[in-house]
């Protein structure tokens, strides 16, 4: 029989027809593993919980049950497991994923969130299915999994008492670096010979006072090309958990090397012919020589720049300031925008330090954001673009919402102008949740908080229209 997940659809009738609990298929502590995959320490605490009562719509590699061959029944089972694994990926999220380092902050405020909001399971299955119902011990004891993890692995030690379990913490004031790397990579990231003609630096689409930005929807790169994509801001994306918008890049390095050998942005050959061009600079040549015994090579201009983009962070925001215990920092509309930003489930996905850059998620959740949109672009693939799997087409990284009034224009096909619209946007198709104009607004409101400082000063750029 084909292997696919259970559905909602599925365990409804497997309760009518005295079918016993899919789940137990599953596994998790003593149970038989799905395709293997071992219990985790991770999650010890809700295990059961979570293969009783979530893993069954959340998760692949389940037997259907003979009549999911009926006609109408197989149709709601496949839909129902496919808005359920999109939703949220048990397997992927909690088990995959956590291998080797905790479970995500997504995860854990994607599990806080409906637990809250007691959404899951879903009214129409608990009719059914009433054994599936969260008891109030449920929902504490995952609850307690989530603010004890929170704490062990991803909070700052800055945020008051009481709000140190928010789903988004403080930015440090600094973090570690190599000093004299950085500062070798601040030249290399202004430096215009890392192009073929020498006309543009790293800096050219990521500006100073720009907020890291262009602020135009496609960077134009070498020779008056574009590409199709919205250049993201480089502040604070140290705090990313990969990089680019289709996470082809694990980390600052990796993403710095792209730019320079791009055809259509810096358009250089390979790293030998901007040696070449470095070499040829006695005092910038010795510099690189006495941070890196081996010299110039694409390795460590790289290294370098990476460094460097560290140092790109924005502390002491208003929100900073309050989540640090001023009360006076935010004023109480953008307080109230904040616990709206939660309510509308923003906080599930735009999470932890820098507001997001922690997950990739589907642009067309709840509804078909690209057929709506019109205009077809190939950046539309998203992680699919980089995985090849048709399963992540659609999935974008979350982007980060540090000084987000500062980084228009928006989304990653650059089409939205305003924060107002990015808001109507999240809430048609990424949450489901149609958000009214005063809520919006106060949204909006607690957004302008997160703007930060740079190297002790508000950081630069234009505030984006309301």
């Not at 259907?64 to 999220?93: C, H, S, T, V, W």
């Not at 009034?405 to 305003?418: I, K, N, Q, R, S």
Request: glycine share 8%; aromatic share 8%; proline share 5%.
């Amino acid at each position: 029989m084909k292997k696919i997940s259970l559905s909602l659809a599925a365990l409804c009738a497997a309760a009518v027809l005295g079918m016993p609990h899919a789940a137990s298929a599953s596994g998790v502590e003593g149970k038989r593993p799905v395709n293997g995959v071992p219990s985790m320490e991770k999650f010890r605490e809700v295990s059961d919980i979570v293969l009783d009562k979530c893993m069954a719509c959340h998760s692949r590699d389940y037997d259907l049950p003979f009549y999911a061959k009926i006609p109408g029944i197989r149709q709601i089972i496949e839909q129902d497991y496919r808005d359920g694994l999109r939703a949220m990926d048990l397997n992927r999220e909690l088990v995959d994923a956590a291998r080797d380092r905790p479970v995500s902050e997504t995860a854990l405020a994607k599990m806080e969130w409906v637990i809250l909001n007691d959404t899951m399971p879903p009214a129409k299955f608990t009719m059914v299915h009433w054994g599936s119902r969260l008891t109030d011990n449920d929902r504490e004891t995952i609850l307690h999994w989530v603010k004890s993890t929170r704490a062990a692995h991803y909070a700052t030690g800055t945020a008051s008492a009481e709000r140190a379990n928010e789903p988004l913490q403080p930015l440090p004031a600094h973090i570690a670096v190599d000093e004299k790397k950085a500062a070798l990579g601040e030249k290399l990231f202004n430096d215009k010979r890392l192009s073929v003609d020498d006309t543009l630096a790293c800096s050219g689409c990521h500006a100073y006072d720009k907020a890291g930005t262009d602020n135009a929807r496609f960077s134009e790169g070498i020779r008056g090309q574009f590409g199709d994509i919205n250049a993201p801001t480089v502040f604070n994306a140290v705090f990313n958990t990969r990089q680019f918008w289709d996470g082809r890049a694990a980390d600052l390095q990796e993403q710095a090397g792209g730019p320079p050998l791009n055809p259509i942005e810096m358009g250089s050959s390979g790293w030998e012919e901007i040696i070449a061009k470095l070499a040829a600079d006695a005092v910038l040549t010795a510099e690189a020589e006495a941070v890196y015994a081996d010299g110039w090579t694409g390795g460590n201009i790289t290294d370098a720049i990476a460094e460097y983009e560290k140092t790109l962070i924005t502390p002491d925001s208003r929100f900073d300031k309050w989540l640090r215990g001023d009360d006076a920092a935010i004023t109480a509309e953008e307080a109230e925008g904040y616990r709206l930003f939660k309510q509308y489930r923003c906080a599930s996905c735009h999470v932890g330090r820098s507001v997001g850059g922690q997950s990739f998620e589907y642009m067309d959740l709840k509804a078909d954001y690209f057929a709506d949109r019109g205009e077809p672009l190939n950046s539309d693939k998203g992680l699919m673009g980089f995985t090849g799997n048709e399963d992540d087409l659609h999935r974008f990284k979350v982007p980060n919402l540090r000084n987000v009034e500062l980084t228009h224009p928006y989304m990653h096909d650059g089409t939205v102008a305003t924060l107002e619209e990015s808001v109507t946007i999240m809430g048609r198709y990424l949450s489901g949740i149609p958000v009214s104009d005063n809520d919006r607004r106060l949204i909006v409101a607690f957004l302008r908080t997160l703007t930060g400082e740079y190297q002790g000063r508000p950081l630069s750029g234009t505030r984006v229209e309301r």
